[in-house]
């Protein structure tokens, strides 16, 4: 009991090692994560593109404040650059929407002004914001965000851009989709369709303009894992099932079982897998199944993909002040984040790019965004393939025949047999209530059985971080925290043998 109590944590990504770390810290001695692949860190991940440094998971600190855990952690270990530091950078309040200098090209090789994107982003901004809103009124007037943004579209634009010409509202139109593509890639959905009006305002923002690790996000896992022991981690070894309320000599104990018949017996078991691996592997997973109110909830919250595709050039293309290039199609007024056949045309889901800076750091690097089916399409191709859409996209857009890229790297995080997709977002019809399920550890309240069994950590469980590594972070700290004051609890009450 207490702190010998054997806590077995499956998935070694940022959850897993929080909550490791904090079971260590407050002194529990029997702590093993078990992870299928090789290496830490899970959607976490940093790769190289020649000499550069890239993400091929999460890029950002979202919101880098006091309230931050992973900034505070990357403070400490000190891992950030100067100027994420500062108090402006700490107290600036974006919302969620990055002030990036834009570079904005169309389907016939225009460039557009600043001034001819306004109209549209404004709205655009503005419709998002009163999407969030519907989570605190309630009495949403369509299921979905796309079906919201659509139809207040029409209507506005029939009033605010009455005086603009036709070619120039059909432009907007065009914009708004590419920005719905945007939103598609922020949210790690298909489409802008599938995200719950109701649910989307459940995601909540920190103040901070959003920074990176200059040597990679892995440093932040590295340090983490640097005080822990050396053994903690059996890597290699996939989890096939979680047998809970087995009964042993008539006590309540916790068999996990991997792919390679280990058997491994536990007080408590924290499972951290990503909700993608859950909504597929589910009822392999958990002997007896999940109850019914928590599948339902596995099921309707939403796990998309969001893709990479980095491009490095001998020069740059785009303004020297670009932070954000956007690609959009003029034939796309119909306000569209999906592409109708996506063998021939998956590239069109493509919104454009962003530009990796500082430019002495990383070179002419663009990093390309693509959500979606598309995005899970373009997986399967060669990357020799998906560098020629990409030379003839950008060829085309731009009007120059002659720009070459010198290398291209993708992501391919749906066919990642361990994550399935790229992470969470409320869908039709979701909750908090969904999110507070997806978190309940078994065996449920109410129950006679030994509680506390099997505990659920990882982005996908918190109620309004969701989808992000602070998110993450705080579920494993709270999920051992959940077992430190239990097992403190109960060995407090047993009597000393
Ligand atoms: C963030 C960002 N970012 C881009 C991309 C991706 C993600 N995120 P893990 O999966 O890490 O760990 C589970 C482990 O389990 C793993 O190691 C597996 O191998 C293992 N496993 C699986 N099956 C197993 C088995 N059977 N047995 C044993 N082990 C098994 N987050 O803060 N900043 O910039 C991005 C981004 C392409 C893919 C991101 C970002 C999400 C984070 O990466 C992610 O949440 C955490 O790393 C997950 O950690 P974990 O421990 O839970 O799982 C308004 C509004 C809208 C709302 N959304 C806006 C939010 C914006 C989110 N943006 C993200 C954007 C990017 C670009």
């Given at each position: 009991f207490g702190v010998n109590s054997?806590?077995?944590?499956?998935?070694?990504?940022?959850s897993g090692v929080a909550a490791a770390h904090r079971l260590v810290k407050a002194g529990f001695h029997h702590v093993r994560i078990l992870e299928a692949t090789a290496r830490s860190g899970g959607r976490i991940r940093t790769g190289r593109l020649g000499d550069n440094i890239i993400e091929i998971g999460a890029n950002w600190i979202h919101g880098p404040s006091e309230e931050?855990?992973?900034?505070c952690l990357a403070r400490q270990y000190g891992l950030l650059d100067p100027e994420a530091l500062t108090t402006e950078n700490q107290t600036m309040d974006i919302g969620g929407h990055p002030p990036w200098v834009p570079n904005i090209f169309t389907s016939s090789g225009r460039k557009l002004n600043a001034e001819d994107f306004d109209p549209a982003k404004e709205m655009f901004i503005e419709l998002l914001t009163e999407s969030s809103d519907f989570q605190s009124k309630g009495g949403e007037p369509c299921a979905s965000v796309g079906d919201f943004i659509r139809s207040e579209v029409k209507q506005r634009a029939a009033e605010k851009w009455k005086d603009a010409d036709a070619a120039t509202r059909s432009l907007r139109l065009c914009l708004i989709s590419t920005m719905l593509k945007v939103e598609c890639c922020v949210n790690g959905t298909h489409s802008m369709?599938?995200?719950?009006?109701?649910?989307?305002?459940?995601?909540?923002?920190?103040?901070?303009?959003?920074?990176?690790?200059?040597?990679?996000?892995?440093?932040?896992?590295?340090?983490?894992?640097?005080?822990?022991?050396?053994?903690?981690?059996?890597?290699?070894?996939?989890?096939?099932?979680?047998?809970?309320?087995s009964t042993e000599n008539g006590v309540n104990t916790v068999t996990v079982e991997c792919?390679?018949?280990?058997?491994?017996?536990?007080?408590?078991?924290?499972?951290t897998l990503p909700l993608g691996y859950l909504k597929k592997h589910h009822q392999a997973l958990f002997h007896p199944p999940l109850p019914l109110h928590k599948l339902h909830s596995v099921q309707r919250l939403g796990f998309g993909t969001n893709n990479k595709i980095f491009v490095e050039f001998?020069?740059?293309?785009?303004?020297?002040?670009?932070?954000?290039?956007?690609?959009?199609?003029?034939?796309?007024?119909?306000?569209?984040?999906?592409?109708?056949?996506?063998?021939?045309?998956?590239?069109k889901k493509l919104f454009g790019f962003?530009?990796?800076?500082?430019?002495?750091?990383?070179?002419?690097?663009?990093?390309?965004w693509i959500a979606g089916h598309e995005s899970e399409y373009m997986e399967t191709l060669p990357e020799q393939e998906v560098m020629q859409n990409i030379t003839?996209?950008?060829?085309?857009?731009?009007?120059?025949?002659?720009?070459?890229?010198?290398?291209?790297?993708?992501?391919?995080?749906f066919h990642d047999p361990w994550t399935c997709g790229s992470y969470s977002f409320p869908g039709r019809g979701?909750?908090?209530?969904?999110?507070?399920?997806m978190m309940e550890p078994l065996p449920t309240k109410g129950s006679q059985a030994k509680p506390l069994q099997v505990l659920f950590a990882g982005e996908a469980t918190h109620p309004y971080f969701y989808s992000t590594v602070h998110g993450a972070l705080l579920t494993g700290w709270r999920e051992a925290d959940r077992l430190i004051s239990h097992c403190t609890t109960v060995s407090q009450s047993e009597p000393h043998k």
């Amino acid at each position: 009991f207490g702190v010998n109590s054997k806590v077995v944590i499956v998935g070694c990504g940022i959850s897993g090692v929080a909550a490791a770390h904090r079971l260590v810290k407050a002194g529990f001695h029997h702590v093993r994560i078990l992870e299928a692949t090789a290496r830490s860190g899970g959607r976490i991940r940093t790769g190289r593109l020649g000499d550069n440094i890239i993400e091929i998971g999460a890029n950002w600190i979202h919101g880098p404040s006091e309230e931050n855990p992973v900034f505070c952690l990357a403070r400490q270990y000190g891992l950030l650059d100067p100027e994420a530091l500062t108090t402006e950078n700490q107290t600036m309040d974006i919302g969620g929407h990055p002030p990036w200098v834009p570079n904005i090209f169309t389907s016939s090789g225009r460039k557009l002004n600043a001034e001819d994107f306004d109209p549209a982003k404004e709205m655009f901004i503005e419709l998002l914001t009163e999407s969030s809103d519907f989570q605190s009124k309630g009495g949403e007037p369509c299921a979905s965000v796309g079906d919201f943004i659509r139809s207040e579209v029409k209507q506005r634009a029939a009033e605010k851009w009455k005086d603009a010409d036709a070619a120039t509202r059909s432009l907007r139109l065009c914009l708004i989709s590419t920005m719905l593509k945007v939103e598609c890639c922020v949210n790690g959905t298909h489409s802008m369709d599938e995200v719950g009006l109701g649910g989307f305002g459940l995601y909540e923002t920190l103040p901070g303009l959003d920074c990176t690790f200059p040597s990679g996000y892995e440093d932040l896992i590295k340090n983490l894992m640097s005080e822990l022991p050396a053994d903690l981690v059996t890597y290699n070894r996939p989890v096939r099932c979680v047998h809970w309320n087995s009964t042993e000599n008539g006590v309540n104990t916790v068999t996990v079982e991997c792919d390679d018949g280990e058997r491994v017996a536990a007080d408590h078991v924290i499972v951290t897998l990503p909700l993608g691996y859950l909504k597929k592997h589910h009822q392999a997973l958990f002997h007896p199944p999940l109850p019914l109110h928590k599948l339902h909830s596995v099921q309707r919250l939403g796990f998309g993909t969001n893709n990479k595709i980095f491009v490095e050039f001998d020069l740059p293309w785009w303004d020297a002040d670009c932070e954000v290039i956007y690609f959009s199609w003029e034939d796309e007024d119909a306000m569209v984040d999906q592409v109708p056949d996506v063998h021939r045309s998956w590239i069109k889901k493509l919104f454009g790019f962003t530009v990796l800076k500082p430019t002495e750091r990383y070179g002419h690097v663009l990093c390309g965004w693509i959500a979606g089916h598309e995005s899970e399409y373009m997986e399967t191709l060669p990357e020799q393939e998906v560098m020629q859409n990409i030379t003839q996209l950008i060829r085309r857009f731009t009007g120059n025949p002659t720009i070459t890229p010198r290398r291209v790297l993708r992501s391919q995080w749906f066919h990642d047999p361990w994550t399935c997709g790229s992470y969470s977002f409320p869908g039709r019809g979701c909750s908090v209530q969904d999110l507070e399920n997806m978190m309940e550890p078994l065996p449920t309240k109410g129950s006679q059985a030994k509680p506390l069994q099997v505990l659920f950590a990882g982005e996908a469980t918190h109620p309004y971080f969701y989808s992000t590594v602070h998110g993450a972070l705080l579920t494993g700290w709270r999920e051992a925290d959940r077992l430190i004051s239990h097992c403190t609890t109960v060995s407090q009450s047993e009597p000393h043998k």
